[in-house]
């Protein structure tokens, strides 16, 4: 039973520049969300796709943008990228119908320089 | 005020100890408790769910308090492998959509 995976593991980019991470769900997942997690922090939510939709967003800026594929595996885009934005990124899938339970990948080191 | 909040510790025990960890959350219209563990640089990973009723798994007791927006952790026999940092998650409906907000963590570090 396949579980959530991200790609690539590490990424360093240069300030302004733009970055695409990928997820695929865990098998028979259809819904993913996208956290950022600053060291020290807890993770904090960006937002979620279902049906091909983002269904939740949380408060960050449109230079955070996503998109869902049919086979429900997902992409997070940060454009105009600043020092800040250097965090783990988490992609969790769960079941849209399901309990909430959501299951997290290994993550993206984002490093931006 | 955080919408969830968690004291971040560290929580130092020796093997073998009993360790308790609180969590308070502001919206009471949340609907679905959970607590995760998350080691050094690496994904948090789902350790259990928290019901009313209280539940248990092994050494590990979770509860939840609606009326005064808690909830709790307790280990018992502590382990070296206990040590990590134990998140504490709320989930609330906005329309269909589910949203987990997360506290910052306990960090746990159990010695010898």
């Known amino acids: 039973d396949a579980g959530v995976t991200q790609s690539p593991t590490h990424l360093i980019k240069t300030r302004g520049q733009q970055v695409t991470l990928r997820c695929s769900p865990k098998?028979?997942?259809?819904?993913v969300s996208w956290y950022q997690q600053a060291l020290g922090q807890g993770p904090q939510f960006i937002f979620q796709y279902y049906e091909e939709e983002e269904r939740q967003r949380g408060n960050f800026p449109d230079r955070f943008s996503g998109h869902q594929f049919p086979n429900y595996s997902s992409e997070l885009n940060v454009n105009a990228l600043l020092l800040g934005d250097s965090a783990l990124y988490l992609c969790a899938s769960s079941l849209w119908s399901g309990n909430y339970e959501q299951y997290f990948g290994p993550g993206t080191r984002l490093t931006v320089t | 005020r955080k919408e969830v909040e968690q004291d971040p510790g560290p929580f130092n025990v020796p093997e073998g100890a009993t360790v308790a960890f609180n969590c308070t959350y502001s919206n009471s219209a949340s609907q679905s408790f959970f607590w995760y563990r998350q080691d050094c640089r690496k994904e948090p990973k789902l350790l259990m769910s928290v019901y009313s009723s209280g539940n248990e798994d092994g050494r590990f007791t979770a509860q939840l308090n609606r009326a005064s927006q808690y909830i709790s952790l307790l280990i018992r026999d502590s382990k070296l492998s206990d040590s990590a940092t134990y998140l504490c998650?709320?989930?609330?409906?906005?329309?269909?959509?589910?949203?987990?907000?997360f506290g910052t963590g306990t960090r746990l570090q159990v010695t010898l």
């Open positions: 998650v709320v989930t609330f409906l906005t329309g269909t959509a589910s949203k987990l907000t």
């Open positions: 098998s028979g997942h259809d819904t």
